[in-house]
């Protein structure tokens, strides 16, 4: 009994202890956060112009960051797998892009709409089907016969993968940018109250809503996004009731190349020019951001690129009292950091019991 009294007392000094420090973690979050919201709210109210603008561009740069992300969770919401390679594939994706809008076509600021739109479509479809098989094939060689394997073997192929394709990248297209002239005008296409959205931003996001739409759609309505819903809760169960398993996934890594090759394009007619390791880069920024709304969450996803968007743009483009460019990274690190500490599954990730 004096045993029982005494863990009672020193499991209740225990909690007590954790729960302080945790309340004034808290409590400091939310100053940041209060005085995060202050600034912003500040700017909005001295500058609406400006405020407008560059969270205009924040979300474009994150409408292109979501269709990277949503290839992370695709994967792992089916396979519990981080697919490090998705970001090289995305920069493969750019390079066939850049070649075709570059070599094939020879667009230039001088190109008639006729046939810019007809170069960006068909480069278009020639980087998502690239970057589909692409992606489907790295399941098929590297992944495939690492299912039931110990969750490291796959995530060091998966790096393996990385490297892989980087060097490929760079034997084929070497060290410099492909760079090309902005494709898409840079004139507006309207303005509201001094707001300005410029038709190659405009583009963007008309280009990536559309395919964020379609996707939501064929994951939650179509036979085929059943079974990927179906295969991700349980594979066993899934095959036992007559779903072709492999071919579940290999769709499902095809979906996720395509979105990386379209992103890719996306990518390269915005800030106009790509390299063989840019992937690394942008895979980064789209993994945090598909951790930070919740992996496995198609909503969570584009929820966390865009936050990251704004975040850099925010951080870069308003004269507030935010560290400067050179610490954008920090901050979105910082921030994503601060998010799993008190909400590890992500900002719309649901929470699961442990070991499940």
Known sequence: MADAARTERGSGRSSIGAFLPRTFIGWLGVFFVGLLVF????????????????????????????????????VYGILQLINFAHGDVFALGGLVASSVIISWFGLGAGSSTAQTALGIAV??????????????????????????APRLAPLITAVGMSFILQDVGLIRYGVEFQTTEKLIPNRDAFTIGGVHFPWDKCGVLLLTIPVLIALTWLVRSTKQGKAMRATSQDMDAAAMMGINVNRTISFTFALAGG??????????????????????????????????????????????????????????????????????????????????VFRPEGLLGERTPEGA
């Open 39 to 74: 600034a912003l709210g500040a700017k909005l109210v001295t500058d609406p112009a400006e405020f407008f603008n560059v969270a205009f561009i924040g979300l474009t740069n994150g409408a292109v960051y979501a269709l990277v992300a949503l290839g992370y969770t695709l």
């Open 123 to 148: 480069a278009l479809v020639v980087a998502v089907i690239f970057a589909s098989t692409l992606n489907t094939g790295i399941e098929l060689v590297a992944y495939r016969r690492l299912r039931n």
């Open 259 to 340: 979105l990386a090759g379209a992103g890719g394009l996306l990518y390269f007619l915005h800030f106009t020019s790509i390299r063989y390791d840019t992937g690394f880069q942008i895979g980064l920024i789209a993994f945090t951001a598909a951790v930070l709304g919740g992996i496995g969450n198609l909503a969570g996803a584009v929820l966390g690129a865009l936050m990251i968007g704004l975040i850099e743009q925010f951080n870069e483009g308003l004269e507030l009292y935010f560290p400067g460019s050179d610490w954008t990274r920090s901050l979105v690190f910082g921030i994503l950091i601060a998010t799993l």
